[in-house]
């Protein structure tokens, strides 16, 4: 009986040894961050930055793979299903949170199927126009949507998208309902806001800034509490008397679960010390955002925050009875 208790704690000690020593030699190869949409889309541009940033750390190549489609669910899913080694990542947006309602036959659980490794940033949202849209200000936009809303076009990336999202937010706190667009991406999306083929849309800083400084497009308001550096003369919803249209599109990484616990302590501080960058600070803040803060780049933050966001944007979604599937 003694023997074979042996003989059993020998094996799985050689089953365990590997794995072990696998998570302790972690990075050993390159690492694959999967972005759920589209390449030249604002969260790639976010994940690149990053990856750059985390190889250098990790003496590993970290490179990115667009896995685009239903609204990031295609790109989240195969995370979920990939193999717990740390080699396969996850850098989602807000839509990690709300497709847990806008979709009701996910083929993961949001909540359960992933590991935890930090916040990355969180970037405010433009309410912009075509560039030759009749009103001059927010308050005049207001005033003309609610007269024109069997008229005015708002554009966005798709269901699930941070542009669709923002939109969603925008006709409930104004409580008009206007004529959705949808498209294949935000590049798409974009080329006819600048073509005048749509008139508005509401999207994230990285996409619209360089184009609001050029005066291609039109720029209404910010979705944040204060002014940016970078865009000091546009307003925010809040000077215009509507505080429950701000928002900001959260960026999180994340592993599939079961992935070691000292693999995704690496990833952690590998993603901290990313976000404390001189470039990724300088080109964050040219796209109008900032790295998130050590504290906030941590299992626990991130877990806390998509908690609170599911449970914030349900109702909203389900107000609007608007669903992807």
């Known amino acids: 009986m003694r023997k074979s208790l042996f003989a059993i704690l020998g094996a799985v000690a050689a089953i365990a040894l590997p794995f072990g020593a696998s ?14 949409f589209s390449a030249g889309g604002p969260t790639d541009t976010v994940t690149r930055l990053v990856a750059e940033a985390m190889s250098k750390d990790l003496g590993q190549q970290v490179l990115v793979e667009n896995v685009g489609g239903a609204g990031g669910t295609l790109g989240a899913g195969r995370v979920a299903e990939a193999e717990p080694d740390g080699y396969t990542l996850l850098l989602h947006h807000i839509g990690m949170a709300t497709s847990a309602t806008l979709y009701r036959k996910l083929p993961y659980d949001t909540l359960n199927a992933f590991e935890y490794v930090g916040l990355v940033t969180e970037v405010p949202m433009t ?19 609610k007269a024109n809303k ?10 699930g998208a ?8 925008f006709m409930s706190a104004i409580e008009t309902p ?5 498209y294949q991406g935000t590049g798409p999306a974009m080329t006819d806001l600048l073509g005048g083929q749509v008139d508005l849309m509401c999207d994230q800083t ?11 497009i039109k720029a209404y308001a910010v979705t944040t509490p204060e002014r940016l550096d970078v865009l000091p003369d546009l307003p925010t919803v809040t000077e215009a008397g509507l505080p429950n249209l701000e928002v900001s599109i959260w960026h999180g990484l994340y592993a599939p679960k079961g992935t070691p616990a000292p693999v995704i302590e690496r990833l952690t501080a590998a993603l901290q010390t990313a976000l404390k960058d001189q470039n990724v600070i300088d080109r964050f803040a040219e796209l109008g955002t900032t790295p998130s803060p050590e504290e906030d780049a941590t299992p626990e933050a991130l877990k806390k925050k998509l908690e609170s966001e599911i449970a914030r944007w349900r109702p909203i979604i389900e107000a609007a009875g608007v669903y992807a599937d």
């Open 150 to 159: 069997d008229q005015v076009t708002v554009a966005n990336a798709g269901i």
């Open 23 to 36: 998570a302790q030699n972690y990075p050993e190869r390159a690492i694959t961050i999967v972005v759920p």
């Open 127 to 145: 309410i912009v126009a075509r560039k030759d849209f009749e009103p001059q200000d927010f308050t005049g936009l207001l005033e003309y949507v």
């Open 178 to 182: 206007l004529v959705t667009v949808p």
């Open 162 to 169: 941070a542009s669709h999202l923002c939109g969603m937010l």
């Open 206 to 216: 990285t996409n619209t800034t360089k184009q609001i400084q050029a005066g291609t």
